[in-house]
């Protein structure tokens, strides 16, 4: 790092843009410091001060450099435009986090949004701005403020024109600043896809028609009148009335949204429009601000901690997607409510359901040995492997059976929106009623799953043996089936994997329910011509209702299928060799295994540990699934500050007393 002896030595007005920009760079790197303390970079920008205005010459030369800089480089641009997107497209944007992450940036350029990020590169750099007294400020305003006669007599060219101070340059740019600020809000909410989404009085009611008007007035104004007159200030309250009547006009957006569906992209949209009122605001009280310099380094660091964000892809995603979990989860936990047995009946519905679906399994237990059978190249067995698996799963839906494994997923937002409020003991209570009744729900699901699925299995291989004269595989591949089940290998990792899998085909579920809302697909199929000519109104009518409330669970059961079967497949490929291990289709393959080997195979030690492996891929399947749809369902309905001792005590406390709720109703 170079020393201020240096860098005051090295100020060169007449360099090229990149050296005059390099200048100032390195500057700033000396002020911040290597010890990241805001105090003493505070300190440090006092002592550049001192030299400053001490060192003979020096002031000339900063004064020639500060108006080159000033007349190449806009400023404009950064106070209005920096930490949006150049286009109102999330994919644009996204585009835009991944150049600034990845490739470098130059100083060579007059672009002040990049010029500023070279400048403060780091979120500290809020820190010192925000601790800038108000001596300093002005010191440094009247070294870039006032020419000194030197300067006048080198370069006449670049001496501010006569009557013209800096405040009066920082005024013009914030109204600037302001101008296309409001002209981009405008924009946005003329845009179709937010017009068409306003509530109709709002529409009425034309805020956007006015605003740029009010901008042209209160800018008039101003620069006749002066901030303090009373004409500015009728004009300020008019402008900002209009602005209100704008944010409230988006805001009736996303009431469509929560009725119609929600789109990643319209969210975009409507958060640039916010983000850029807000900014008008902050323009706003800079501009009226008693103490201007002040007011500006509090909004200088505002935007390098923007900066920051504007490197985050991450941030991007998560506060664009927030609302579309949030709807996923909406629709999960209105779905999930009827997977959990709250008394006997439901239980035993529950255990009959699940039956069904372990019956299901144990044909799809055939096919799939069938399908292994065949003898086909890898990718060809996984995909009529992930055929046989998704078409079983539909068929499961649409029997009303029910599939162990899918419940978590479904379940999970149906907890997470009762833990909103548990301030009462009784709240509480409550709350640990439905952990009883979700955990033996699941276990009625698994147990009537498993405990068909093995005999259905044990059955077909017999009738199979008899009838063909050979059972459903033969000895190697049984002994297969005992190596891969095996507790010694890493069959408990895939049952967590495969937990991961079932979250995933969930959440693709929740998003296409949501797409085919959005898009309004019941309505066109029960109302467009050329369907209703095809199957006739009364029918277009009950396939519009049918796939309305089918559609997230078809489009889960088929992205299950295909993940089953494909990503061991593809990930062999690649040599990762990622594998499934589903409870109910593993419990079935070890029937079929343990039918092929016969009665001798009770005496082997691996079959009883492959039995003994059941349960825990179960359970690791239920709980992984379960975990991930939780958190998502957490943030999604904003639930925080959760206290999870309590809740931990409360359930730990109905475990010792009634243990048996967890498993059947009391």
Not at 234 to 260: G, N, T
Not at 269 to 283: F, G, T, V, Y
Not at 328 to 338: D, P, Q, S, Y
Not at 635 to 661: C, E, F, K, L, Y
Request: proline share 4%.
């Amino acid at each position: 790092m170079r020393t201020l002896a240096e860098l005051l030595d090295q100020l060169e007005p007449d360099a090229r843009l990149a050296g005059r920009h390099l200048w100032l760079i390195g500057l700033l790197d000396w002020i911040r410091g290597k010890d990241r303390n805001p105090q003493a970079a505070v300190q440090r920008l006092r002592l550049f001060l001192d030299a400053a205005q001490t060192r003979p010459g020096f002031q000339a030369r900063l004064y020639h450099w500060w108006r080159t800089l000033v007349g190449t480089v806009d400023a404009t641009p950064l106070f209005a435009d920096f930490g949006f997107a150049p286009r109102a497209a999330f994919l644009s944007e996204l585009g835009e986090r991944l150049r600034y992450k990845l490739l470098p940036g130059t100083p060579e350029t007059t672009h002040a949004t990049e010029l500023f990020m070279l400048l403060f590169p780091s979120p500290f750099d809020a820190q010192w701005l925000r601790l800038i007294d108000e001596d300093s400020l002005a010191r440094l305003g009247g070294l870039l403020n006032t020419p000194p006669p030197a300067a006048t007599a080198a370069a006449p060219e670049l001496v501010q024109p006569a009557g013209r101070t800096l405040l009066q340059d920082w005024q013009d740019v914030l109204l600037e600043a302001l101008t296309y600020c409001t002209s981009q809000v405008a924009a946005t909410g003329f845009s179709p896809e937010l017009r068409l989404r306003m509530s109709a009085a709002t529409l009425q009611t034309r805020p956007f028609h006015g605003l740029a008007a009010d901008m042209g007035a209160l800018r008039s104004t101003l620069l006749a009148h002066g901030r303090d007159s009373g004409a500015a200030h009728l004009a300020l309250d008019q402008f900002k009335s209009r602005l209100e009547a704008c944010r409230s006009a988006a805001s009736s957006v996303y009431a469509h949204l929560d009725e119609h569906g929600i789109s990643v992209g319209l969210v975009f949209r409507l958060r640039q429009l916010r983000e850029r009122i807000l900014r008008i605001r902050e323009l706003l009280d800079c501009l009226l601000s008693g103490k201007p310099a002040s007011s500006a380094m509090q909004l200088l660091a505002r935007l390098v901690l923007l900066a920051e964000e504007r490197r985050s892809i991450r941030a991007l995603i998560a506060a664009n997607s927030t609302l579309l979990a949030a709807k996923v989860a909406e629709r999960g936990a209105e779905t999930g409510e009827h997977y959990i047995t709250r008394d006997r009946a439901a239980y035993r519905k529950m255990l009959g359901k699940a039956a069904g679906g372990g019956a299901l399994t144990a044909v799809t237990t055939l096919l799939k040995f069938m399908v292994v059978g065949l003898a086909l190249s890898a990718f060809w067995s996984g995909f009529l492997a992930s055929i046989v698996f998704a078409a079983s799963f539909v068929l499961i839906q649409l029997l009303h059976f029910t599939l162990a494994t899918k419940q978590p997923a479904m379940t999970a937002p149906a907890m997470a929106a009762k833990l909103k409020d548990l301030r009462t003991g009784e709240a509480v209570g409550e709350f640990v009623d439905e952990v009883t009744h979700l955990v033996r729900s699941q276990v009625a699901a698994v147990l009537g799953n498993v405990l068909v699925v093995v005999p259905a299995v044990l059955l077909i291989s017999v009738a199979m043996q008899y009838g063909l004269g050979r059972p459903m595989i033969d000895a190697t591949e049984a002994g297969h089936v005992l190596h891969n089940l095996s507790l010694l290998g890493p069959t408990l990792l895939w049952a967590a994997f495969t937990g991961v899998v079932l979250f995933a085909a969930s959440i693709i579920g929740g998003w296409v329910e949501n797409w085919f809302v959005l898009y309004r697909l019941a309505s066109a199929m029960r109302y467009n011509p050329r369907i209703t000519r095809m199957l006739g109104v009364a029918r277009a009518r009950r396939w519009a209702a049918f796939m309305h409330l089918n559609i997230s669970g078809f489009t889960s059961n088929i992205a299950l299928g295909f993940m089953l079967g494909l990503i061991p497949s593809m990930t062999g490929f690649f040599g990762l060799a990622l594998e499934m291990r589903h409870v109910t289709l593993s419990s079935g393959q070890l029937a079929a295994a343990a039918a092929a080997l016969g009665w001798e195979v009770l005496r082997q030690p691996a079959l009883w540990g492959c039995v003994a492996s059941i349960p825990l891929i179960g359970a690791l399947n239920l709980g992984v699934s379960f975990y991930f749809a939780f958190r998502l369902a957490l943030q999604a309905h904003n639930v925080s500050g959760v206290d999870r001792a309590r809740i931990r005590s409360a359930i730990w406390a109905r475990w010792r007393t009634r243990p048996g709720s967890f498993f059947v109703p009391d």
